[in-house]
Nanobody, 124 residues
Framework: QVQLVESGGGLVQAGGSLTLSCVAS????????MGWFRQAPGLEREFVAA????????YYSNSVKGRFTISRDNAKNTVYLQMNSLKVEDTANYYC?????????????????WGQGTQVTVSS
């Protein structure tokens, strides 16, 4: 049984920073790419960032590029999302997910297991 558990969400003022963590179990973590998505109320779940199995390749949506950094520690089965210069429009529930491939993908359908999400709220 694959499980993904996110943490690190919270309330932060615009311009501030947060780091999200996602711990995985039940799968050989180091073999698969990982991704972060987010979903705001009334909107579709959207891609945020992804990282390859070895951490050497990363990819970001245009809305977060230059502000967010995805990383992973395969020894700890953990993927991180460092979020800087947060904006009110970054407010959403953030989900980590694991893929069936070692390489970066951005479509929701390419991810097979999801965490429960962690809420990030950015105030003005």
């Amino acid at each position: 049984q694959v499980q993904l558990v996110e943490s690190g969400g919270g309330l932060v003022q615009a311009g501030g920073s947060l780091t999200l963590s996602c711990v995985a179990s039940g799968r050989t973590f180091s073999s698969y790419a990982m991704g972060w998505f987010r979903q705001a109320p009334g909107l579709e779940r959207e891609f945020v960032a992804a990282i390859s199995w070895n951490g050497r390749s990363t990819y970001y949506s245009n809305s977060v590029k230059g502000r967010f950094t995805i990383s992973r520690d395969n020894a700890k089965n953990t993927v991180y999302l460092q979020m800087n210069s947060l904006k009110v429009e970054d407010t959403a529930n953030y989900y980590c997910a694991t893929t069936r491939t070692a390489w970066i993908v951005t479509r929701k359908d390419d991810y097979d297991y999801w965490g429960q999400g962690t809420q990030v709220t950015v105030s003005s």
